[in-house]
């Protein structure tokens, strides 16, 4: 028989459903003195939830993954803005992390008591630095990206 399909949750459907419940939550915590602001909350909360089912349930694949893409494309802006403006200059005496061996798999149990493995916010590649040494910079051996993080 014909079989029928669904976006389900994509990143736009998510990223509503993640801003609905915040707006849900910050209108049960406000008090009742301000009536009209915890309506006004609970109102655009119910809004984005009939507006995620509309979406999932639509059956115009192409509009929903224009949107989606759309909105992927601001996503993308803003955090590439933000890594821009708030990463951390390179300095002498950082520690250039080493590729993770066996990429594509799982380390071993010695290698996790060894390792710490680590994801690069910039470009996703998987590192590994020793355990025990406390803070350290570490510098991608990918992208150059250089970030702190404790071992």
Known sequence: MFQQQRRGLDELNRTMLIAALVLSIIGMIVSQSIGWLRMV????????????????????????????????TYETAVKDWFRRTFRAKGKAGAYQAPRAKRAGKNPTWAELKQYKYLICPQCAQRLRVPRGKGRIRVTCTNCSNVFETRS
Do not use: P, T, W
């Not at 115009?60 to 224009?66: D, E, I, L």
């Open 41 to 72: 909350l609970s109102l655009l909360s119910g809004a984005l939830l009939v507006l995620i089912v509309i979406r999932m349930m639509s059956k115009n694949f192409n509009k929903r993954n224009q949107e989606n893409m759309k909105y992927l």
